[in-house]
């Protein structure tokens, strides 16, 4: 019987143009809801954020919470210390095949490794679901993400729900529409403009502690733009 509800769990998914996967994801600071939403007519997914870190359900399709990838290239819309600019982000995950298994939510899943943007993560994808997609940026593999961890543990996201009977379509009118009123800078052009962000704050920002002491800035980004400032920190 556990078998045939596999089965019949993975028809729904592959006949169906839409499917939502619910996600709690962790970090050093808090634990949030996130829905991933693929679209398997238009190959294009959604990552869009749920409940906030307050617990407070977060109203979709806003600007500054836009995610899409389409055709294997990441539309983001992301944050530097004193503004927010719109994404492209076309950089493909190597991963190594692993030999751990597991079961999450019922399926059988695989382990798999990667380095990206200076962290190691570990995760876990099952092929019975037939899309290379996952949580945040993690893609590439031979079928759904359900779980990734970084191995330093600042970072983990995990697969909640697979909802096989409610599906949602995504918003096209909201996606075209800052597809058309936006620009998308390249990610290496993104991470220079975060950088110089970081280096302007830092000489304009004055010490106003003792003299043997100082101020210690220090980034938790996910993506070490900036590796120094996530390893060690700068004292200003």
């Given at each position: 019987?556990?078998?045939?509800?596999?089965?019949?769990?993975?028809?729904l998914?592959?006949?169906?143009?839409?499917?939502?996967?619910?996600?709690?994801?962790?970090?050093?600071?808090?634990?949030?809801?996130?829905?991933?939403v693929?679209?398997?007519?238009?190959n294009?997914?959604?990552?869009?954020?749920?409940?906030?870190?307050?617990?407070?359900?977060?109203?979709?399709?806003k600007?500054?919470?836009?995610?899409?990838?389409?055709?294997?290239?990441?539309?983001?819309?992301?944050?530097?210390?004193?503004?927010?600019?719109?994404?492209?982000?076309?950089?493909?995950?190597?991963?190594?095949?692993?030999?751990?298994t597991?079961?999450?939510?019922?399926?059988?899943?695989?382990?798999?490794?990667?380095?990206?943007?200076?962290?190691?993560?570990?995760?876990?994808?099952?092929?019975?679901?037939?899309t290379?997609?996952?949580?945040?940026?993690?893609?590439?593999?031979?079928?759904?993400?359900?779980?990734?961890?970084?191995?330093?543990?600042?970072?983990?996201?995990?697969?909640?729900?697979?909802?096989?009977?409610?599906?949602?379509?995504?918003?096209?009118?909201?996606?075209?529409?800052?597809?058309?009123?936006?620009?998308?800078?390249?990610?290496?052009?993104?991470?220079?403009?975060?950088?110089?962000?970081?280096?302007?704050?830092?000489?304009?920002?004055?010490?106003?502690?003792?003299?043997?002491?100082?101020?210690?800035?220090?980034?938790?980004?996910?993506?070490?733009?900036?590796?120094?400032?996530?390893?060690?920190?700068?004292?200003?």
């Open positions: 019987m556990k078998n045939l509800i596999v089965f019949l769990s993975v028809f998914f592959s006949k169906s143009f839409t499917q939502v996967v619910d996600y709690k994801f962790r970090n050093n600071d808090a634990v949030l809801d996130y829905q991933l693929i679209d398997q007519k238009d294009m997914s959604q990552w869009r954020k749920k409940v906030d870190a307050k617990g407070d359900t977060v109203r979709g399709n600007k500054t919470d836009f995610f899409v990838v389409k055709d294997n290239k990441v539309f983001a819309n992301d944050k530097t210390l004193s503004k927010r600019i719109f994404t492209l982000d076309s950089e493909i995950m190597i991963w190594q095949k692993g030999s751990e597991k079961e999450i939510l019922g399926y059988k899943c695989k382990s798999a490794s990667t380095n990206f943007r200076g962290r190691n993560y570990i995760a876990f994808y099952t092929e019975q679901i037939k290379d997609l996952g949580p945040w940026k993690f893609r590439g593999l031979d079928g759904l993400v359900l779980y990734v961890k970084s191995v330093d543990d600042d970072y983990e996201f995990t697969a909640t729900k697979i909802n096989n009977e409610k599906y949602q379509k995504l918003d096209m009118a909201y996606i075209n529409e800052i597809f058309k009123n936006n620009t998308f800078q390249t990610w290496s052009d993104y991470a220079e403009v975060y950088k110089n962000d970081i280096d302007t704050f830092i000489k304009d920002e004055s010490c106003n502690c003792s003299k043997d002491g100082g101020n210690i800035f220090k980034i938790t980004k996910i993506e070490k733009i900036y590796p120094k400032l996530h390893d060690e920190g700068v004292i200003y």
